[in-house]
């Protein structure tokens, strides 16, 4: 599962990448999921290390709100290098939905 998420994550950039290369995608919004997603997953590389030094922890309400807010492919990335909150079922289902409903917006955006 851990590769699938990896593989998820560079196809969603594919997407993104080919989308923008082809004018179906504005720059102004693949640039803003490139920043997102470089950030979640530095907030994933963060998070992980703080949980093994014990450490104040990011709250998963903001890894939550990073990925539905386009940072998703990152997020992704970041949860397959780091082996980090891929295991717990509870924050995975909240964060499907994020994605759903960030490529949900996202279609209805690009359709207007």
């Avoid at 709250?59 to 992704?76: D, K, Y």
């Amino acid at each position: 599962m851990r590769h699938a998420r990896r593989y998820l994550a560079l196809a969603a950039a594919g997407a993104l990448i080919a989308m923008a290369a082809t004018d179906l995608l504005p720059l102004w919004l693949a640039a803003w999921y490139v920043v997102a997603s470089v950030v979640a997953f530095a907030l994933y590389g963060y998070d992980k290390r703080a949980a093994r030094l014990g450490r104040w922890r990011t709250p998963e309400r903001t890894l939550q709100l990073l990925a539905f807010a386009g940072g998703w492919p990152g997020a992704l990335l970041g949860q397959s290098v780091f082996r980090h909150k891929h295991r717990k079922a509870a924050f995975q289902w909240v964060f499907a939905l994020c994605v759903l409903a960030n490529v949900c917006a996202l279609a209805v955006l690009l359709r207007a």
